[in-house]
């Protein structure tokens, strides 16, 4: 991780053995803003770490207790996904992302929300999985992207906050989030071990690890989890069906047959099953199949830097069915079991070279993905098993980038992105409607568009200042995705439908940013104002078939930021917090739906290098700017919404090294609340028929046992 007094500048000095390179490339966890570390309770408290030198001078914190994030500039997050957080570590890779300032979650039961940034929502925010893409394949997005990652298995979480960076796929308008893993590094022959268990509340039950084993010329990895959890009872003493079921495995092998050069395979699979209190059916299955190969070569002659080349493949099969994990309700929309099984296969690779001098530094590429759709389903106990897979959708993307860093002066870069994306969906559906299935007019045509985007951007620290500061514009031009072309009941007026007559998105935003870090304090500040022309934007309504959803374009103005400080008093204390604001607004309609309010966050933290001890207080304001009827394809705005304040505390203790204990209590004074960006109950539960949100959990504890090896 940078200091905030450097410039990223990729190093030339050539290194004896391909290992040490990797070790290099290892990004440690440099400043956490908020490890809140916590309570002694019973005798059963939390591991606070102490530092520990990284081999390059950096200081890698060890185990923490994460309540939220502090960045490494002022728009770009790096945190260490293994270290424990509050509230209770996270079950997908969407919950972790709670804890970076901006971020919220469409709530809809115990795991699974979709994440939204600054309030955009979907393709808007590019998701990878070590290095590859992911899509779900639910219509309604019951398993996003993140439902497949596991954060613990990974190493390290990574964000770019706005259309700041083009490397890594398009549409990337609102930002893009990276869950890597890392290369396992041997000196000699050895082996690495991290495990974890974390019990807590409403049966909460964890298992994690995460071993290697190899030399310098050879490793093997493999890392698996199990997770599961009951139905959470809200502070209202009310049962919420929640409950979870879910594992992952992955393994990769390496091999290193010279000083510089690099050859690794992966496979990894996974499964689980979800109840969601807001929707109609739940998640019986949610498998995964992985593959993945890359080549990397470093340390050329001249100012050749590296090249890198990956390959994935990446499979979902999803079960929806509304009888497995509850009983068909007699009297709503689906009186009959009913299953619905839909799965998506994205195939997809990278070409990435890097050049570096003392005066600037480029990437440049390409990408190219391939998705292909498919869905069966029947009425009856797993009668879809029988029926014939029809493929409904496929889509490609091949796309050209190009990132330079030009050091114009000390501490003064100018940084600048070409990206070209050439897109096509073809409509494979011979029929559309649910309920009463007609033929489809847009049969077997395809959509086909050039999308640029592109950014510029100034960083510059003045000499001698503790403050580094940047401006940037950047612009993106998105290709409406697989749930804004095919899942909408209609499209715009006029038009045949969704996939006919919806427009990309085009995006223009401008990004400005501090971060000041000298001696007792770390103080950031990231703002933005955007303009989103074509903006696609979801109309809920009843028909005479049950609800309606038409998907149209507006224009629409954005704006907000983020921002947070740290203070520590002496080296034992630390304060911290962060606020952040999103407003929106649509060209003579009104607000822009599905915004999260204004949510702030204070922290405190004690830590002697043995016992710690930390509180959080996270205060969320009214949402009263709200537009009901419109949202996204998950969920519209219910209504304005009350705000709240829930209070955490947590707390740890080293017993050596190696072996650490993190604990914490959630919502300690069990106050009944529901986030704003929420699914309305549904009426299989006993939800009444006006839209009720889904209440947060009540008080719950947990514990969490981690070893490192």
Not at 103 to 123: A, E, H, K
Not at 178 to 193: H, N, Q, T, V
């Amino acid at each position: 991780m940078q200091a905030v007094s450097d410039f990223p500048k990729r190093p030339v000095t050539r290194m004896p053995r391909f290992p040490a390179l990797r070790r290099r490339d290892r990004i440690p966890v440099a400043h956490p803003l908020f490890v809140a570390l916590s309570l002694l309770f019973s005798g059963a408290c939390v591991a606070a770490d102490g530092a520990a030198p990284h081999h390059d001078g950096v200081v890698t914190l060890d185990t923490l207790v994460v309540t939220d994030l502090t960045p490494t500039l002022a728009m770009t997050f790096v945190t260490d996904t293994k270290l424990p957080r509050q509230p209770v570590p996270a079950s997908d890779g969407a919950d972790y992302l709670k804890t970076v300032p901006g971020f919220s979650l469409i709530r809809s039961g115990g795991t699974n929300g979709d994440p939204v940034l600054r309030g955009m929502f979907g393709s808007r925010l590019n998701l990878l999985a070590d290095g590859g893409h992911m899509d779900g394949a639910c219509p309604a997005r019951m398993d996003n992207t993140l439902s497949y990652v596991s954060p613990e298995t990974y190493d390290r979480l990574e964000v770019v906050k706005g259309p700041q960076t083009v490397l890594w796929g398009p549409g990337a308008s609102a930002g893009t989030v990276r869950f890597e893993r890392d290369i396992p590094f041997f000196d000699a022959p050895g082996m690495k071990l991290n495990a974890g268990v974390t019990f807590g509340s409403f049966g909460r039950n964890d298992q994690v690890i995460d071993t290697s084993a190899g030399n310098a010329d050879l490793y093997a990895r493999v890392t698996a989890n199990r997770s599961e959890s009951d139905d959470y009872v809200d502070g209202n003493g009310d049962d919420v069906p929640s409950a979870w079921k879910k594992w992952n495995a992955d393994a990769a092998f390496g091999w290193a047959p010279d000083a510089d050069s690099l050859v690794e395979v992966s496979a990894g699979s996974g499964d689980g099953e979800a109840r969601y209190a807001g929707r109609a059916m739940d998640g019986s299955q949610f498998r995964r199949t992985s593959y993945g190969a890359r080549a990397e070569r470093r340390n050329f002659e001249g100012s050749l830097d590296k090249v890198d080349a990956r390959l994935y493949y990446n499979d979902v099969d999803h079960v929806m069915d509304n009888y497995t994990l509850r009983e068909p309700d007699p009297h709503g929309s689906m009186p009959m079991p009913i299953a619905s099984n839909v799965g998506q296969t994205t195939t997809g690779g990278r070409l990435a070279l890097a050049w570096s001098t003392d005066a600037w530094n480029l990437d440049a590429g390409l990408d190219a993905r391939e998705s292909r759709h498919r869905k069966r389903g029947a009425m009856g106990r797993d009668a879809y098993r029988a029926q014939p897979w029809t493929h409904d959708a496929r889509s490609d993307n091949i796309g050209v980038f190009a990132e330079l860093g030009w050091n114009l002066a000390p501490g003064s870069k100018l940084v600048g992105g070409l990206r070209l994306d050439r897109a096509s969906v073809e409509d494979q559906r011979a029929t559309t409607g649910s309920m009463m299935p007609r033929p489809n007019p847009t049969q077997g045509q395809t959509r086909r568009d050039t999308l640029p985007s592109g950014l510029v951007r100034w960083e510059i620290q003045p000499q001698g200042s503790a403050t580094m500061w940047h401006l940037g514009l950047g612009h993106v031009e998105r290709m409406p995705d697989y749930w804004e072309l095919f899942s909408p009941t209609l499209g715009p007026a006029g038009s045949a439908n969704a996939f006919a007559g919806i427009e990309p998105e085009r995006t223009t935003q401008l990004d400005v940013g501090m971060h000041y870090r000298a001696d007792r304090w770390d103080a950031w500040a990231s703002l933005y104002a955007g303009r989103i022309q074509d903006y696609i934007l979801f109309q809920y309504s009843q028909g005479m078939m049950g609800a309606v959803t038409r998907a149209t374009n507006v224009d629409a103005d954005t704006r907000g930021g983020e921002v947070g400080f740290d203070f520590r008093p002496n080296g034992e204390w630390k304060l911290g917090g962060s606020l952040a604001y999103a407003w929106g607004q649509i060209d003579g309609v009104g607000a822009l739906p599905q915004m999260p309010p204004l949510d702030a966050r204070f922290t405190a933290s004690y830590d002697n290098k043995r016992w710690s001890a930390g509180a959080l207080w996270r205060v969320v304001a009214a949402q009263d700017r709200v537009n009901p009827g419109y949202g996204n394809v998950v969920g519209q705005d219910l209504g304005p919404t009350p705000g709240f304040a829930v209070f955490s505390i947590n707390g740890g203790y080293r017993f050596t090294e190696r072996l650490q204990l993190a604990a914490g209590i959630d919502n300690l004074f069990d106050r009944a609340y529901a986030e704003h960006l929420n699914l309305a109950g549904n009426a299989a539960f006993g939800y009444p028929g006006d839209p009720t949100p889904i209440n947060e959990p009540g008080r719950s504890a947990w514990l969490k046992l981690n070893y490192r090896y």
